[in-house]
Nanobody
Framework: QVQLVESGGGSVQAGGSLRLSCVASGFSASRYCMGWFRQVLGKEREGVAGINPGGGSTWYPDSVKGRFTISQDNAKNTLVLQMNSLKSEDTAMYYC???????????????????????WGQGTQVTVSS
């Protein structure tokens, strides 16, 4: 059974850092398209980072580029999001998600709103105070 469990959220002041983790079970995360998404109540879900199978390629929207870093710990089957220089606008519920590569290789489409991702965690809250 596929399961994703996020942790690491919390409250931090602007300029601070947080490290989110997502432990995957029931599948090998290194063989899937993996991503981090966030959502504020009443607003559309936003993709903040993605990584291809094997970790050879990553993507970030301009809003977090240079501040967020996605990575994988294959030994622990865990997806990580390191968030630095946090801003109040980063406040949201953060979710990790997974999908199988659509063409069976290492290519993953960008998913600005999580389209195509069919496995989701329960989320972890990040609150940044200014």
């Amino acid at each position: 059974q596929v399961q994703l469990v996020e942790s690491g959220g919390g409250s931090v002041q602007a300029g601070g850092s947080l490290r989110l983790s997502c432990v995957a079970s029931g599948f090998s995360a290194s063989r899937y398209c993996m991503g981090w998404f966030r959502q504020v109540l009443g607003k559309e879900r936003e993709g903040v980072a993605g990584i291809n199978p094997g970790g050879g390629s990553t993507w970030y929207p301009d809003s977090v580029k240079g501040r967020f870093t996605i990575s994988q710990d294959n030994a622990k089957n865990t997806l990580v999001l390191q968030m630095n220089s946090l801003k109040s606008e980063d406040t949201a519920m953060y979710y990790c998600a997974a999908r199988s590569p659509p063409f069976g290789d290492n290519w993953c489409p960008r998913a600005p709103s999580g389209e195509g991702y069919n496995y989701w965690g329960q989320g972890t809250q990040v609150t940044v105070s200014s």
